[in-house]
């Protein structure tokens, strides 16, 4: 198995996935009576969370070392944590403005990391 091109794609597919959850968070923003926009934002940076797990998984087994010796680990870490803490604060207040601040910054943060 090439680690490697699994990270990359981790890497991308976490990205555009970011992206278009954002804009999802924005739809439901701007048009609020759309009632399943939320529960598919929520999928989405579920989902973008598991492939940041796995891209710092790879990573891991790839050099042997919990991955944040570097600013690219550091990033994804940071935005791991950024999509854990969205999907608890979501969970928490059912508020579909968690996800209209904390998309962007995580699809930034995965943007200037690659």
Request: aromatic share 12%; net charge negative; glycine share 10%.
């Amino acid at each position: 198995m090439d680690l490697v091109a699994l990270q990359n794609g981790l890497d991308n597919i976490s990205f555009l996935i970011l992206f278009l959850t954002m804009l999802i968070y924005w739809a439901g923003a701007a048009f609020p009576e759309i009632p399943y926009l939320q529960g598919i934002g929520t999928a989405g940076v579920g989902i973008a969370n598991l492939c940041i797990a796995a891209l710092l998984g790879a990573r891991w087994l790839e050099a042997g070392y919990f991955p944040l010796s570097n600013l690219y680990e550091s990033l994804f870490f940071l935005t791991w944590g950024i999509t854990t803490i969205h999907l608890i604060a979501e969970k928490m207040s059912r508020s579909r403005l968690v996800g209209v601040v904390t998309t962007p910054v995580a699809m930034g943060i995965t943007a200037f990391a690659a």
